[in-house]
Structure formats: structure tokens, C-alpha cells
């Protein structure tokens, strides 16, 4: 996989492993799930956290890399319930590292802001949490 691509599997995998939501990139998720997605918020189910990165800036003539992903959060109308799930994240992930996700080396992730974002059109709340990541990321050019 690409560098983005493991990145991002290698997150959403975090997640599932601490129990923050479920992770299943090839399949359904039921109605009473908390799913992880990438890129593209779905209709269902109602609770849902979308991860998107979106910043890849790299240090001139290194593999170091600054990135940024959001981090979207959908819950119902409860709004408790998005903030649970958002503090969930941010205990995990919150000046964590280093993390290993096939060719993505983080060595440190942190979150540095928060966007409330209202209501879709059912009603349902939304926030996003911009995180930012220092890491490797390979090229052959560089060492």
C-alpha cells in the first residue's frame, strides 16, 4: 500500500483496537455500530468517524513529514455522545507516539484544533478534530 493508504488503515485500526469504534473497510456497517471510514462521510450508520488526511508537507531533502488528518465525528442528536466519542480519540491519541503503520513512521501526533460543524440534514451532530503528525514517510531519492 501507499504511504497515505497505510496511514490511514493503520489509524482507523488504533481506533478498533481501543474499542472507539469498529473498523471494517470491506463490509456493512449495522445500525447500531460506531463505524470508521475514510475520506467519504456516509449515510448510515449514525454514528461515524471519518478520517481524511489532508496536509502532507515534506522537510526539503529528508523523509520527514508534517501531515495533518481530520478527524470527523457524526454521533445522533445527544450531544454527549460526540463528545464522548471526540474525547475517546483525544485520549488516545493526543501526543502519542511513535506508531508503525506499514511504510508510515509517526513520531508524534497531536490534536490542534476543533471545529463544531451543526447538524447534518437529520439532525445528527457533527464536529471536526484537526490532528497533526510529524513521521517518516520513504521516497527513493531521499534517505
Known amino acids: 500500500m501507499s504511504w497515505e493508504a497505510d496511514f490511514l488503515a493503520g489509524l482507523a485500526q488504533t481506533l478498533a483496537d481501543a474499542d472507539i469504534a469498529t473498523w471494517r473497510p470491506d463490509t456493512a456497517y449495522a445500525?447500531?455500530?460506531?463505524?470508521?471510514?475514510?475520506?467519504?462521510?456516509?449515510?448510515?450508520?449514525?454514528?461515524?468517524?471519518?478520517?481524511?488526511?489532508?496536509?502532507?508537507?515534506?522537510?526539503?531533502?529528508?523523509?520527514?513529514?508534517?501531515?495533518?488528518?481530520?478527524?470527523?465525528?457524526?454521533?445522533?442528536?445527544?450531544?454527549?455522545d460526540l463528545a464522548d466519542m471526540a474525547d475517546a480519540v483525544y485520549q488516545l491519541l493526543h501526543?502519542?507516539?511513535?506508531?508503525?503503520?506499514?511504510?508510515?513512521?509517526?513520531?508524534?501526533?497531536?490534536?490542534?484544533?476543533?471545529?463544531?460543524?451543526?447538524q447534518d440534514?437529520?439532525?445528527?451532530?457533527?464536529r471536526a478534530d484537526n490532528y497533526y503528525l510529524r513521521g517518516h514517510r520513504p521516497h527513493s531519492r531521499l534517505e
Open 31 to 80: 445500525a447500531d455500530e460506531t463505524a470508521i471510514v475514510l475520506s467519504v462521510v456516509p449515510a448510515a450508520p449514525d454514528k461515524v468517524i471519518t478520517l481524511s488526511l489532508y496536509l502532507d508537507e515534506p522537510v526539503p531533502g529528508l523523509t520527514d513529514v508534517t501531515a495533518a488528518v481530520q478527524i470527523r465525528f457524526r454521533a445522533g442528536t445527544d450531544p454527549n
Open 95 to 118: 501526543e502519542s507516539g511513535p506508531h508503525v503503520w506499514g511504510v508510515a513512521y509517526v513520531t508524534r501526533l497531536w490534536r490542534d484544533s476543533v471545529a463544531p460543524l451543526g
Open 121 to 126: 440534514p437529520l439532525g445528527r451532530l457533527e
